[in-house]
């Protein structure tokens, strides 16, 4: 399988990617690793017509610790994550999800930048960044912002990113205690459902992956966590949720699922 | 565009089409025709090679995205007509069936030995989820890692 032409053009900084991506708007699209875009560009699912490759982009592969977070740079790999002293002190369960990621292989090419700005629906970050809270930070031709966890995720494949940004670093505040539960899809290592529980002094944040189109925070688990403080509060796993369905899990099984996983990952 | 890159040991610099993958710049440009094409998804393992010394699926990287770098794929394994450990220990351990995944298997058993002389069979295992063997022969492909650990180590 070979995608549809394109250029390829390596940016030397964000400021050239940022004009790259603001002159061919959605023709245009940004490579790291490539190991979510170049399979979609091979099966002609994507066909961007240039891509703008950031890999070699200084600044963007560093894991900085300050006082009260973890800022990790957007081209660092699943790899990288994994092997982080600074994320397996302070972010634990950034850790345990990276390792669910793929394979060894993949691991070494994929960036965190590149799984949050795809937003496959059975990814697993989405769930780790909705449940910590993270920062999203993004740069554009009207300059840097940055975006919360919750509002990034706007549906299936899409994100809150403009055509002219792209995403920096991904900003974690230090989480003391979390814990994040996957059922795989035995061939792909997708997540069938992916959950991920972060405890802070008053209750849970609890984020899902792989159930609905979007990922979401499991509001409803949070709330009866905190009135009843017991894993039963798992049972509202898909509260208000529309349950996707395809030939892993129909909707009925999914629904199972999440509810085990939730549990076992408030019980962690 | 013009590309360079060093593939086991020699330097090549060839004009490529930038959708061309690593796997068929192997195959195709170099006639390495070793690494080979599975499921061309990023899913089997078989396109696996080295590079800048880490296991990756060459199915699933542009030739210009190695543009500099140091590759090393199966027929940079052997050694003055002489087979790596690992292979060795895939022969005398009847490693492969059809053959077909092998090259992959090696190569990412490369990786797993550099990272750890003494696995376990869990490591192993774990090592080996992004490569598939269709003739089901995992078994004594991990016996074939774990001989070829010891052999290294000895």
Known sequence: ?268 | MEITLTVNGTEFTRDIEPRLSLTQFLREHLDLTGTHIGCDTSGCGACTVTLNGDAVKSCTILAVQANGSEVTTIEGMAKNGEMHPIQAAFKEEHGLQCGFCTPGMVMVAADILKHNSKPSEEDIRHGLKGNFCRCTGYHNIIKSIQHAAETINK
């Open chain 1, 1 to 268: 399988m070979i995608p549809a032409k394109f250029d390829y053009i390596k940016a030397s900084s964000v400021n050239e990617a940022v004009n790259l991506l603001d002159e061919h708007g959605f023709d245009a699209k940004i490579l790291s690793g490539g190991h979510s875009l170049i399979p979609a560009m091979k099966l002609r699912l994507n066909r961007p017509e240039i891509l703008i490759d950031i890999s070699g982009i200084s600044g963007l592969n560093t894991i900085e610790e300050t006082g009260s977070e973890v800022i990790i740079g957007a081209n660092c790999t699943h790899t990288q994550i994994v092997n982080s002293e600074v994320i397996y002190k302070n972010v634990n369960i950034l850790k345990q999800a990276a390792e669910t990621v793929g394979d060894v292989q993949v691991r070494n090419r994929g960036t965190i930048g590149g799984s949050l700005a795809h937003a496959d629906p059975s990814a697993d970050y989405p769930a780790v960044v909705l449940a910590c809270e993270a920062k999203i930070e993004v740069e554009g031709k009207k300059g840097k912002r940055t975006i919360d966890a919750k509002d990034f995720f706007v549906g299936i494949f899409t994100t809150a990113l403009e055509d002219d940004e792209l995403i920096t670093a991904v900003r974690f505040p230090k989480v003391a205690h979390g814990n994040y539960q996957k059922f795989y899809q035995s061939a792909s290592r997708f997540a069938v459902v992916g959950v991920a529980v972060v405890h802070d002094g008053s209750g849970v944040k609890v984020g899902v992956t792989g159930v609905a189109d979007t990922p979401y925070r499991a509001t409803a688990v949070e709330k009866a966590y905190k009135n009843n403080n017991d894993s039963d509060a798992a049972e509202h796993a898909v509260d208000g949720v529309e349950v996707m369905e395809d030939h892993f899990a129909d909707a009925e099984y999914r629904t199972h699922l999440a509810k085990v996983m939730v549990k076992r990952a408030l019980e962690a």
